[in-house]
């Protein structure tokens, strides 16, 4: 039978397809890339208001594909497949040259998403293998919760070709490669770091621990957010905000009895679960320190709280109670500890090298 499934991984960051799934081709490599993943992902971005669509995410969730050192990736016109026969033709053949795919298609078209032959959505599905009229295909499917489906291809074809040019946004198809080690010559290269430069052949990746420091501070600081090459997306005007104050933004958004989801706690418990790695890779390399252990106490204590402001979202949600009190209390101790565990995160950093 023809058949061939690229490696895919569970990913630490996952509930958005824009981000988990990227990072899922890249925790092949775990040993190797995690250091990378932990000088990442800290800045959150949020708006939580009436007038407004809900925004709440990694603030530089696809942008830094274009500048991981470990995984190639590039973005296609769609009528690039053109030169194929046809989706299947195009999925195989570049599966078959070890690329996973990611593109938009209306979901009206493909069975196992909600809308099916129900509502017309463009949403992302991502491709890593094909089993001979059938893809290999991962996104979430109820928008809910990422599964993996065997899509045929021939869904795949329509919903691929409904989608209007209009709601593609320029991306067409991207395209990830998750290079062998010795072919990926940026591993080779001197990685510019804050601190001086790190050779990457000898010593592997390290995390930069001054980077993380300064973006922590940065994260607690909650600086206005202008985006300078396109000023008017994700324009501070527009009621975004970033850093450490998108967590008030939920509490906030919970007294005023506005929209808070589960997946906005999850997105929470992603961010503290990150923090309680990087606190634990540093008590890996640093050995016996007591400092980093009572550290690791506290993160584990928010992630904690974070784990049980999701469970009572989830609760309320399922019984629609509206009575939200008690989530905000526990929101209220969450801010406080993570706050301050944070603070001594910054501290333990500056004087660890």
């Known amino acids: 039978m023809e058949t061939k499934i ?63 050192p470990f995984v190639h990736v590039s973005r296609i016109a769609r009528d690039a497949f053109a030169v194929y026969s046809g989706i299947e033709a195009a999925v195989k053949k570049l599966i078959d040259k070890d690329f996973y795919l990611f593109f938009l298609v209306d979901t009206f078209y493909v069975q196992g998403y909600a809308t099916y032959q129900r509502e017309h959505r463009m949403h992302d599905i991502f491709i890593f293998g094909y089993e001979e009229e059938k893809a290999y295909s ?142 634990r890779y540093l008590l890996a390399s640093e050995g016996s320190n007591k400092s980093l252990s009572r550290l690791d106490n506290r993160m584990e204590e928010a992630m904690r709280k974070a784990v049980l402001i999701k469970n009572l979202l989830i609760k309320a949600e399922i019984k629609g109670n509206s009575d939200r009190k008690n989530i905000i209390r526990h929101m209220d101790e969450f801010i406080f500890l993570y706050r301050n565990v944070l603070r001594e995160f910054c501290d333990q950093l500056q004087f660890i090298r």
């Not at 490696?7 to 397809?17: L, V």
């Not at 990227?22 to 490599?29: A, C, I, K, R, T």
């Not at 599964?147 to 989608?163: D, K, M, T």
Request: hydrophobic share 40%.
């Open 138 to 279: 991962c996104d979430y499917f109820d928008f809910r919760k990422k599964s993996v489906r065997l899509v045929p291809f021939s869904q795949l074809e329509e919903g691929y070709a409904r989608v209007p040019k209009l709601d593609d946004y320029g991306r067409g198809v991207v395209l990830f490669r998750n290079e062998e080690i010795t072919d990926n010559i940026a591993l080779y290269q001197y990685k510019e770091s804050l601190g001086g430069e790190l050779d990457v052949e000898e010593k592997g990746y390290v995390m930069d621990r001054n980077l993380v420091r300064i973006k922590l501070e940065r994260f607690l600081e909650s600086p206005v957010y202008v985006n300078s090459v396109t000023p008017t997306f994700f324009d501070y005007r527009l009621g975004y905000v970033t850093g450490f104050k998108v967590f008030e933004v939920l509490r906030d958004a919970l007294r005023a009895g506005s929209a808070v989801i589960p997946k906005d706690a999850h997105l929470v418990c992603c961010h503290v679960r990150l923090m309680c790695e990087r606190v």
């Open 6 to 68: 690229l490696p895919f991984k569970e990913s630490i960051i996952s509930y958005t397809p824009n981000m988990d799934h990227f990072l899922s081709v890249l925790e092949n490599n775990h040993d190797l890339t995690f250091p990378w993943i932990l000088e990442n992902y800290i800045e959150l971005i949020i708006r939580k208001d009436i007038q407004n669509p809900p925004v709440f995410e990694f603030l530089d969730y696809n942008k830094i594909w274009w500048t991981c």
